[in-house]
């Protein structure tokens, strides 16, 4: 699956991938929205055979994000999906 907020950024990556024998499927959402983020993960399921087998968050954080603990983000508090 791969993801970004430019769809055509998106195809592009997808595009590279397969033509490089893998395979990959685009599905842009703002990883920012919980149910846009399960929606692109079920798309991205049923698409490539029902699993993902390997994910590679590297989303932007905004400077005034703040800091903490990783394992200590959660969707409610405004943290990492």
Same mark, same amino acid.
């Given at each position: 699956?791969?993801?970004?907020?430019?769809?055509?950024?998106?195809?592009?990556? #997808?595009?590279?991938?397969?033509?490089?024998?893998? !395979?990959?499927?685009?599905?842009?959402? %703002?990883? /920012? %929205?919980?149910?846009?983020?399960? /929606? #692109?993960? /079920? =798309?991205? =399921?049923?698409?490539?055979?029902?699993?993902?087998?390997?994910?590679?968050?590297?989303? #932007?954080? &905004? !400077? %005034?994000?703040?800091?903490?603990?990783? =394992?200590?983000?959660? &969707?409610?508090?405004?943290?990492?999906?």
């Amino acid at each position: 699956m791969v993801n970004g907020l430019v769809p055509e950024r998106a195809d592009a990556v #997808g595009k590279g991938n397969a033509d490089g024998g893998g !395979a990959a499927v685009a599905v842009p959402f %703002d990883v /920012a %929205d919980l149910e846009a983020v399960q /929606a #692109g993960a /079920a =798309r991205a =399921r049923a698409e490539l055979g029902g699993h993902l087998d390997v994910l590679v968050h590297n989303a #932007g954080v &905004p !400077a %005034d994000f703040g800091q903490g603990q990783f =394992r200590s983000l959660t &969707p409610a508090g405004g943290g990492l999906l």
